[in-house]
């Protein structure tokens, strides 16, 4: 997935705990994006994972002070995140994987993460569900601020009440948090995920203890892979071209390293696609 260090690579290092990259398609596609934009201008991508701030913060000093890394790409921008001044100070270039109001921020990165999970809230409502789950990531990550208040506010409007239950993107944690919301005194009768490594886990964990999928209740994740569609039943999802989005993350990068800044124009708009785990409320067996 990644190449070699050579004289032009750009960095990217992932937080989190290492078998993260190899489980989540997300990563592995969005490092595909940017080398299809940055292999040809001659550029490698070094992905690297970290266990910890202290650890990513010394990554970036040795990758200064050895000039074995041009750029850096940094994501799951958390709230008063200090990495941006870290690298500004270390006069390294970089581009922020956020939805900021921010030169170095490549917004349409992101930007689409809150209209995702509204139009979600939108098609369970229309499906006649009026309690919702939703399996969100971490608290301190700015995208999931985002996505919460996305779905506050649309629930708001459409008079539907949501359950929220915090994971870390992981099944295991997947697991966790679907198993809590349905054990609620009036569980939910649909739940959202906030990605696709835990939505499959979930429905595998219910279909195995005999809970109807989407008899039961309907499962939706937000983000789509080949992961959704091997699963049984087929997991409906919000499409999301993280290809796309790797290859706007390079472009980014091309223009701050020319002396420009990483805004990009936003992607196309993400929609459901229904598959096996969604039904309407009336179509539920009793």
């Not at 629930?155 to 915090?166: H, M, S, W, Y």
């Not at 569609?229 to 472009?251: N, Y």
């Amino acid at each position: 997935m990644s190449a070699p260090v050579g004289p032009g690579t750009i960095g990217l290092v992932i937080p989190g705990p290492a078998h993260r990259i190899g489980v989540e398609p997300y990563f592995v596609e969005l490092v595909e994006g940017m080398e299809e934009v940055l292999h040809p201008a001659g550029w490698s991508v070094l992905v690297l994972v970290v266990s910890d701030l202290a650890s990513e913060l010394a990554t970036y000093q040795r990758w200064s002070t050895d000039e074995e890394v041009r750029a850096v790409v940094v994501v799951d921008l958390v709230e008063g995140d200090v990495r941006p001044r870290f690298l500004a100070d270390l006069g390294m270039p970089h581009v922020l994987a956020a939805h900021l109001d921010s030169p170095w921020a490549c917004t349409s990165e992101v930007a689409d993460d809150a209209s995702r999970l509204a139009r979600a809230v939108e098609f369970l409502a229309r499906s006649g569900h009026r309690r919702l789950g939703h399996v969100c990531g971490p608290a301190h990550l700015v995208h999931t601020a985002e996505r919460r208040a996305a779905i506050a506010a649309g629930a708001a409007r459409l008079d539907v009440q949501v359950l929220t239950a915090e994971a870390d993107y992981t099944a295991a944690t997947g697991v966790r948090a679907v198993t809590e919301l349905l054990a609620a005194a009036d569980p939910p009768t649909a739940v959202v995920f906030d990605n696709d490594v835990m939505a499959v886990a979930a429905l595998e964990h219910l279909t195995a203890r005999g809970v109807r999928v989407p008899g039961d209740v309907s499962l939706l994740s937000a983000d789509d892979s080949p992961l959704c569609e091997v699963s049984v039943p087929p997991l409906s999802a919000m499409t999301v071209d993280v290809h796309h989005r790797g290859q706007r993350l390079g472009t980014a990068v091309q223009a701050v390293l020319a002396g420009g800044d990483a805004r990009q124009p936003p992607g196309p708009e993400s929609h459901v696609v229904v598959r096996g785990s969604t039904a309407t409320r009336a179509a539920r067996v009793p």
